[in-house]
């Protein structure tokens, strides 16, 4: 549904944009273009990530589609933004002349268009970062949109075209912003750093506060996807502890304070050696 929303308020803004002259609409609907393909990657990555494995040879799955799609939606809001600021910066002195009324119309139709869009992606955004990635998409347009209507109020009000161009490079800087914002939590997942909120320190201090364990090490935690948390440990027991009563409060640990309910632990008993072999 969104997509579809997008999708054809694209091609309106685009005619019109050119109609009109303004680099305001022009921007915005150059990120509309952005929005349209970020979307239609999100719903292939969301397919593809919910497709069984018949290889055998992917044993996470293909959940990291969702990120890669993430990933495209930085892209191409990088490659507008910096399309719009060069547009904007070549402007400036200049003495474009743009028709205000096609900019309060289209402007006002896009408002409408995105906050609908909004409402249709909001559940989904605090659950998947591909979600996320085209509700940030929208959020953006939906900024664009406001700052398309006030740039065609006051080229009417003062007959300066100078507010078109100032406006489409406030959009410009502003998609930029939400690009990095968002390409730092792509980056985050794919360099399998720690997920957002969970401390590793605190996690290590809760593994060796659990009842029969002796030391921690080796503990690894990453993100697969939105929503997936992994950890592997190595747990040394102490004395005669019941590995599997560790294990499992081990394992309660990870799940109800950290969020991790994927997680491959390791029982070693206290004269378990050979784990400082590893090079890496």
Known sequence: MSFALVGSYFVIELVYGLLSGSLALLSDAGHMAADVVALGAALVATRIATRPDTTGRRTYGSYRAEVFASLLS???MLGVSVYVVTEAVGRIGGDAEISSGPMLVVGAIGLAVNLVALLLLRSGASESINVKGAYLEVLADTAGSVGVIVAGALVAATGQPLWDTL???AIGVFVA??????GREVFAVLGQHAP?????????DDLAAVEGVKDVHD???????SGMNVATAHLVTAGSADGHAVLDRARDVLRDRHGVAHATLQVE???H?????VGW
């Open 219 to 225: 503990l690894h935690l990453w993100t697969l996807t």
């Open 167 to 169: 406006v489409a490079l």
């Open 196 to 204: 957002a909120g969970v401390e590793p320190a605190a996690v290590a």
């Open 269 to 271: 008993p206290p004269e």
């Open 273 to 277: 050696a050979g784990c400082d072999r």
């Open 74 to 76: 930085v892209l191409l």
């Open 177 to 182: 912003l939400r690009a990095i914002a968002l």
